[in-house]
C-alpha cells in the first residue's frame, strides 16, 4: 500500500498538467499565507492544546490500534472519503504541502502526528484519531473515554469537523448536523442523507 501511494506520489509529481491543479480554491490554498490548519489545536484553543501535549500523556496510536476494540467502526470507515483523504492530495500534487497535510492526514502538525508519507505512512488520511485528537488516554482507559475530542465532548469533536469542513471546503458537507449523526454508525455512507450541493 506505501508503494502504491510512493508510486502515484511519484508520478503526479512528475505531470506538468492536472484537473485539479486548475481548481481556483487549490490555487488560492497555495498562495495563502495565513497558518497551516491544525484541526486538534483549532478546538481546543490554543492554551489547552498546548497543555494536553506538553503533558506527555497524550500520543498518537494509528487506526490498527483502534481496530483490536473497534472493528466495526474500522471496516465501516473503509470506503468512507476520510480513508481516502490523502490520494485526493496526491492527485493535486500537493501531498507534501502543510497547507493540505493539516486536513487529509491524521496530526499533522502535533507531536507524533504526521510527518511525510516515507515517515508515518501510518497515520495518513484522516483516521479514527484525525477526529478525536490522540488516543493514547483513551487505550490506557480501557475505552472508557481519554479522548481530547470524544463523543462525551462534542462541542470539541464539532470544532474538529468544522476546522477542515469550512465555507471554503464545503462543496460536500452542507449538512453538518445530519452527516455528525450518521458518524455514530460504523458506517456513516449507510445512513448520511445526501449531503451534495450544486457547484
Known amino acids: 500500500m506505501l508503494l502504491r501511494y510512493a508510486i502515484a506520489l511519484s508520478l503526479f ?11 481556483d480554491r487549490i490555487v488560492a490554498e497555495r498562495k495563502d499565507a495565513s497558518p497551516v490548519t491544525i484541526p486538534l489545536r483549532e478546538a481546543l484553543g490554543d492554551a489547552a492544546f498546548k497543555e494536553a501535549m506538553e503533558s506527555g500523556r497524550y500520543f498518537y496510536a494509528g487506526n490498527l490500534k483502534c481496530r483490536l476494540c473497534h472493528r466495526s467502526f474500522f471496516e465501516g470507515r473503509k470506503k468512507d472519503a476520510h480513508d481516502h483523504a490523502f490520494e485526493k492530495i496526491i492527485e493535486a500534487r500537493d501531498a507534501e504541502s502543510p497547507r493540505c497535510l493539516g486536513c487529509h492526514t491524521t496530526g499533522f502538525g502535533v507531536n507524533g502526528g504526521f510527518t511525510s508519507l516515507l515517515e508515518t ?5 484522516v483516521q479514527c484519531e484525525g477526529c ?57 455512507s449507510e445512513t448520511a442523507p445526501s449531503t451534495s450541493s450544486p457547484q
Open 13 to 23: 509529481s512528475i505531470l506538468s498538467t492536472s484537473v485539479f491543479a486548475q481548481d
Open 121 to 125: 505512512p501510518r497515520l495518513m488520511n
Open 132 to 188: 478525536h485528537g490522540p488516543g493514547s488516554e483513551h487505550i490506557r482507559l480501557v475505552g472508557k473515554g481519554g479522548f481530547l475530542a470524544g463523543p462525551d465532548r462534542p462541542e470539541i469533536l464539532k470544532r474538529m469537523c468544522l476546522s477542515c469542513h469550512n465555507e471554503r471546503w464545503n462543496r460536500t458537507f452542507t449538512h453538518f448536523d445530519s452527516a455528525y449523526e450518521s458518524y455514530k454508525k460504523a458506517k456513516p
